[in-house]
């Protein structure tokens, strides 16, 4: 007679055909990392054993456990009698051990990617939107929805399953050059967005690239657009606030090769500099693009707008870019701070002095 064993996670099983018995594996491992002591051994009624019990010497050990046995929890002793005659209670169980970390953290967020562009089109704009939302994605810190027109950026009610910014813990202007198609209301719902209900916004590039007549947008990010003088090159770039998360990776220079903005309406006065140009090392001669006589060339900034976050890189201009991993981790980490993961300062400081060495 054949006995079949139905069980739910990966156990070890035999059979004994011979015998007619079903035995279990000495230990059942489990896939939280337990053990299960084996249960008792089943027998079938036999003339020469009608009770079924198990009988002394019947047990074999499982011709599949070769190597050494592994230690399991250890089973609860029986009652120890007393020196009364009665019996003392039994050892108290093992418990568990901390569980291990959730798949996704508690704190999970979601983002709106806005990539509409009314001026000049970037290539780059669907691989930033796509490495955007992966870096997400991968980590479990946000859930993000990509739009290419501007709809979604209001606080009225939605219609037909759409969304409001309501909806959106920050939100990610990647390359929305020109004269953004929102009316009045809308403008007003995204500057209360981040300045009275302190959601977070990140700005990607030629985000710098628009409304140029609506002079509060420029107060929210931090400025305007003026020229880019030495269009893409092999950027010298310094590390100013080595302690913000978006930009520690880096080192206290570098090259980077991307389109480097020259920001008007902007002072570092009212940005904390996390990146700029050398300007010990740009070429100045003959270009007449070249406007700031202060030769200030953020590359990329933090600041506060009200109660909100707003964090600017000039970088991401080419499609390159966004199979790097230090631009990656910097708009990672950006991501992550303006929705209020993580702590970097916002306080501006004097530009530092260029380096002799």
């Avoid at 009665?86 to 999970?108: D, I, M, V, Y």
Wanted: proline share 8%; aromatic share 10%.
């Amino acid at each position: 007679m054949r006995l079949r064993w139905t069980v739910v996670a990966a156990i070890l099983l035999c059979c004994d055909h011979s015998r007619g018995v079903a035995i279990m594996s000495e230990d059942i491992v489990l896939h939280a990392g337990q053990t299960l002591a084996a249960p008792a051994l089943v027998i079938p009624p036999t003339p020469s054993n009608p009770s079924g019990r198990e009988q002394p010497g019947s047990r074999q050990p499982s011709p599949r456990h070769t190597g050494p046995r592994q230690a399991g929890p250890t089973a609860p002793a029986p009652p120890v009698p007393s020196s009364t005659g009665g019996q003392t209670a039994s050892p108290e169980p093992r418990t568990r051990g901390a569980q291990g970390p959730q798949s996704l953290p508690p704190f999970k967020k979601t983002i709106l990617i806005l990539g509409a562009a009314r001026g000049f089109q970037h290539d780059s704009i669907s691989d930033a939107m796509v490495t955007i939302r992966n870096l997400g994605a991968d980590s479990g810190m946000w859930d993000a929805y990509l739009r290419t027109d501007y709809e979604w950026i209001t606080k009225a009610a939605a219609r037909s399953n759409g969304k409001n910014l309501q909806a959106f813990d920050a939100v990610v202007f990647v390359n929305a050059t020109g004269k953004m198609d929102l009316s009045d209301e809308q403008k007003k719902d995204l500057l209360s967005y981040v300045h009275e209900d302190g959601k977070g916004f990140v700005g990607v590039h030629a985000a710098l690239d628009a409304n140029y007549d609506w002079p509060a947008y420029a107060e929210m990010i931090g400025g305007w657009f003026d020229q880019h003088p030495w269009n893409t090159f092999d950027a010298p770039i310094v590390l100013e606030d080595p302690n913000f998360p978006a930009v520690r990776h880096f080192p206290r220079a570098f090259l980077k090769r991307d389109e480097i903005y020259q920001v008007k309406q902007w002072s570092r006065d009212k940005v904390n500099v996390l990146l700029r140009l050398d300007e010990t090392r740009l070429a100045y001669e003959n270009n007449p693009r070249i406007h700031r006589e202060d030769r200030d060339f953020a590359v990329a900034w933090s600041k506060m707008y009200g109660k909100g976050r707003v964090f600017y890189s000039t970088l991401g201009h080419t499609n390159e870019a966004w199979r790097d991993p230090d631009v990656k981790t910097m708009y990672f980490e950006a991501i992550k701070w303006a929705l209020g993961l993580s702590e970097g300062s916002t306080a501006s400081h004097p530009k530092p002095r260029p380096s002799t060495n």
